[in-house]
């Protein structure tokens, strides 16, 4: 009889342990050189979130998951963007398959923090490169069921290249993190379950958005976003909601990704990314009445560069269409013909494969 009691209390102990909860640590998120995982996501999506709390089964295994993403682990400094990012020590490389587009997501990864610096995403034949002032809290570590923190920061992208004339967008970031359950996710990869944590955070996103520095746009955005995360694979579930969402458990995701597992013969797309071009700050800056404006390309190019008022007219043209050899080049500008105040230059290089880069900064002239 004792010996049954023995069996029966080893059963339950076994079990208790193998549904309970689970902590997180930075060494369960591989930033090993070459990792790799895979993804399948959807875009505006039904969804059950199932619930909140302790013990769940979050069960996603009849999720219809048409697309494919993989995220693999780089040198940053093999991106052409690392010199970017310094604080960064942890970049991925995300290929959508169907889209055929690359992006690049750069962390850095500390003891006690998991720090968002930036990311570059490609819009037609140019790059949006966001940068996080300061670097952005997404997880806390060692993270553990009930805990909670709030995160803000702000992100830059300029330059800007969208459907829109801005030129510049600033987005102020507000995030209320709570890891709000624990249990097992089942993906919709072969019914694989994993122990994890639930962790929700509230985003909200306050966007402005900028031309020659005049505010042509604002808005906010409001959104409820859930992130699962697992001993040895770290993030294997995003799920996030339309923008105005107030319901906790709204039932259409605007995206939605789940681990599928170590991609076999990955097929990465054909381009490769261009090497950074750059604008440095005019020097010396405020200036009365010369200045000088460096820049650096990377491709033989026909280079404009102008300089604008507040209001958007052009009061100079230093260069117009001069075709340029790789390196860095300097030109001087005199404004004596101008009064004080802040002017903008604009530096657009158009290279020999079509691709067109725009980058403007400010000068202060005090006379």
Do not use: C
Request: proline share 3%.
């Amino acid at each position: 009889m004792h010996k049954i009691f023995f069996i029966a209390a080893l059963f339950l102990l076994a079990f208790a342990n193998l549904f309970s909860q689970i902590t997180i640590n930075s060494s369960d998120i591989d930033t090993a050189i070459g990792y790799s995982k895979m993804f399948k996501w959807s875009d505006t999506i039904a969804v059950n979130l199932g619930s909140s709390g302790e013990n769940q089964v979050w069960d996603f295994s009849s999720m219809n998951l048409t697309r494919t993403q993989s995220q693999t682990v780089v040198e940053k400094n093999s991106t052409s963007f690392g010199n970017i990012f310094p604080t960064s020590n942890y970049a991925l490389k995300v290929i959508n398959q169907q889209q055929h587009d690359t992006s690049y997501e750069f962390y850095q990864m500390t003891a006690s923090n998991f720090l968002y610096t930036g990311f570059v995403e490609k819009y037609q034949t140019n790059f949006n490169i966001a940068k996080y002032f300061p670097e952005f809290s997404l997880v806390n570590f060692p993270l553990n069921y009930n805990q909670s923190w709030n995160s803000t920061s702000k992100i830059k992208i300029a330059p800007f290249y969208a459907s829109t004339n801005l030129d510049s967008v600033i987005i102020n970031v507000k995030v209320k993190f709570k890891t709000d359950g624990w249990g097992k996710l089942v993906t919709s990869s072969s019914s694989d379950s994993f122990n994890v944590l639930r962790l929700q955070h509230f985003d909200t996103l306050t966007i402005v958005g900028y031309r020659f520095g005049l505010v042509l746009y604002r808005d906010t955005l409001r959104t409820i976003n859930y992130l699962f995360l697992s001993n040895n694979l770290g993030i294997i579930g995003e799920v996030a909601s339309l923008d105005g969402e107030t319901n906790p458990n709204f039932t259409t995701a605007v995206s939605f990704r789940l681990y599928d597992g170590i991609p076999v013969g990955v097929k990465e797309n054909n381009y490769s990314l261009p090497s950074i071009f750059s604008l440095a700050q005019n020097y010396p800056n405020p200036f009365n009445p010369k200045t000088s404006v460096s820049f650096v390309i990377t491709h033989s190019s026909l280079v404009n560069l102008k300089v604008y008022d507040i209001l958007g007219n052009e009061v100079a043209s230093l260069l117009n269409n001069v075709p340029l050899e790789v390196g860095e080049h300097s030109v001087s500008f005199n404004g004596s013909h101008l009064s004080s105040g802040i002017y903008f230059y604009r530096l657009t290089i158009n290279d020999e494969n079509g691709m067109s880069q725009s980058f403007v900064r400010t000068m202060s002239l005090v006379k």
